[in-house]
């Protein structure tokens, strides 16, 4: 006969599961339940919460059944459905839970849910509580694990790669639209970018681009997150595309300028000024200085190199420009337009490009 071993600090006694079987007879489909004496069956009327004394000990009927069908006693409590159904769909043991720190261990989130990457739908994998049923649709934004709150889309970003995310965006904005590939991850303005060009022959290899969407896709699955055909990128927190390769990132407006032309860009300026903008005839190749040609306008006057300032409580406006890292004073104005007329000859005289000095959207 085998004998079963009891965790610490549940159940403090035991006896075997053969000797169970000769006094007990249980069908977890109907759920019905007989008394074996002497041969006989005693159709017993009982509930989950009943208890059984057996061995001059008390134990409640729904551990008894979860032993009788698993052949092990349950290790956490056990959830009832239904109490006065004892068919056994109708019990589910509780997870037991790890004693952890800080964030949920992934060894652990993938014992409790599983994630279908194709549909974007989430599902517990078995019940850690009353509102956490094995099986049931995860459709709340925060998910409560062992007492503590999580981000559902973390939770999933985190299941595909192995890593907490910095923080999540979805792409099209559909909060219902949680597949892989619609869940970017917004890494911090600091996060280093690669220099060196990666080569021509490996780029085209693994990625496609299209130069009338801007949008680069995967030539080849090279993990969880770069599947083939999806959309390669995430977005940095200032707004640009950014591409991972062989765990070195580089600036998808680059690499779509070497894409297409096969040669390392100096400096790319979008002309909409639109940074995820990666169209072919968005971007254009110059130095640093074309690229502040195009920069946007100063929110504090609203107008690019147009300041004010006081003298003997008279305003007074100066107009300058930056040439080539050199700043040139235009000239000291009493009169608001005429500063912003002189900016703007200065502009056409150097060529700087029709957007500049517009108003972000936000501004507006």
């Given at each position: 006969?085998?004998?079963?071993?009891?965790?610490?600090?549940?159940?403090?006694?035991?006896?075997?599961?053969?000797?169970?079987?000769?006094?007990?007879?249980?069908?977890?489909?109907?759920?019905?339940?007989?008394?074996?004496?002497?041969?006989?069956?005693?159709?017993?009327?009982?509930?989950?919460?009943?208890?059984?004394?057996?061995?001059?000990?008390?134990?409640?009927?729904?551990?008894?059944?979860?032993?009788?069908?698993?052949?092990?006693?349950?290790?956490?409590?056990?959830?009832?459905?239904?109490?006065?159904?004892?068919?056994f769909?109708?019990?589910?043991?509780?997870?037991?839970?790890?004693?952890?720190?800080n964030?949920i261990?992934?060894?652990?989130?993938?014992?409790?849910?599983?994630?279908?990457?194709?549909?974007?739908?989430?599902?517990?994998?078995?019940?850690?509580?009353?509102?956490?049923?094995?099986?049931?649709?995860?459709?709340?934004?925060?998910?409560?694990i062992?007492?503590?709150?999580?981000?559902?889309?973390?939770?999933?970003?985190?299941?595909?790669?192995?890593?907490?995310?910095?923080?999540?965006?979805l792409?099209?904005?559909?909060?219902?639209?949680?597949?892989?590939?619609?869940?970017?991850?917004?890494?911090?303005?600091?996060?280093?970018?690669?220099?060196?060009?990666?080569?021509?022959?490996?780029?085209?290899?693994?990625?496609?681009?299209?130069?009338?969407?801007?949008?680069?896709?995967?030539?080849k699955?090279?993990?969880?997150?770069?599947?083939?055909?999806?959309?390669?990128?995430?977005?940095?927190?200032?707004?640009?595309?950014?591409?991972?390769i062989k765990?070195?990132?580089?600036?998808?407006?680059?690499?779509?300028w070497?894409?297409?032309?096969?040669?390392?860009?100096?400096?790319?300026?979008?002309?909409?000024?639109?940074k995820?903008?990666?169209?072919?005839?968005?971007?254009?190749?110059?130095?640093?200085?074309?690229?502040?040609?195009?920069?946007?306008?100063?929110?504090?006057?609203?107008?690019?190199?147009?300041?004010?300032?006081?003298?003997?409580?008279?305003?007074?406006?100066?107009?300058?420009?930056?040439?080539?890292?050199?700043?040139?004073?235009?000239?000291?104005?009493?009169?608001?337009?005429?500063?912003?007329?002189?900016?703007?000859?200065?502009?056409?005289k150097?060529?700087?490009?029709?957007?500049?000095?517009?108003?972000?959207?936000?501004?507006?």
């Amino acid at each position: 006969m085998t004998k079963i071993v009891i965790s610490p600090g549940f159940l403090k006694y035991s006896f075997s599961y053969d000797y169970l079987k000769t006094i007990i007879e249980y069908n977890p489909e109907t759920g019905e339940l007989f008394r074996l004496v002497k041969g006989l069956k005693k159709s017993l009327k009982l509930t989950f919460l009943s208890s059984i004394h057996i061995h001059n000990h008390n134990y409640k009927l729904k551990d008894i059944l979860f032993f009788y069908i698993n052949k092990f006693w349950p290790t956490s409590h056990i959830h009832i459905h239904n109490n006065s159904n004892l068919k056994f769909k109708n019990l589910e043991e509780y997870y037991k839970f790890p004693n952890y720190n800080n964030t949920i261990p992934l060894t652990v989130l993938k014992t409790i849910f599983r994630y279908n990457s194709q549909t974007g739908l989430a599902y517990w994998k078995r019940t850690i509580g009353k509102s956490s049923i094995k099986d049931d649709l995860i459709t709340n934004e925060i998910v409560s694990i062992n007492m503590k709150t999580y981000k559902l889309n973390d939770l999933i970003w985190f299941y595909m790669t192995g890593k907490w995310p910095n923080r999540l965006i979805l792409v099209d904005s559909n909060m219902s639209n949680r597949k892989i590939n619609n869940i970017k991850d917004i890494y911090k303005i600091d996060k280093k970018f690669e220099t060196k060009q990666i080569s021509f022959e490996l780029l085209i290899e693994l990625l496609n681009y299209n130069p009338n969407t801007g949008i680069f896709t995967w030539l080849k699955t090279l993990g969880s997150i770069a599947i083939e055909n999806s959309i390669a990128g995430n977005i940095t927190n200032d707004g640009y595309v950014y591409i991972t390769i062989k765990k070195k990132n580089y600036y998808a407006h680059r690499l779509a300028w070497f894409y297409m032309t096969g040669n390392w860009p100096n400096i790319i300026d979008h002309d909409d000024q639109d940074k995820a903008n990666n169209k072919w005839n968005n971007l254009n190749n110059g130095t640093q200085s074309d690229n502040r040609k195009n920069c946007k306008n100063s929110k504090e006057i609203g107008i690019y190199g147009v300041r004010c300032i006081k003298s003997n409580n008279d305003i007074k406006w100066i107009s300058e420009i930056t040439i080539n890292y050199k700043s040139i004073r235009l000239g000291t104005f009493y009169d608001k337009f005429e500063a912003i007329c002189s900016r703007k000859s200065a502009e056409n005289k150097y060529n700087f490009h029709k957007n500049h000095g517009q108003f972000d959207r936000e501004t507006l």
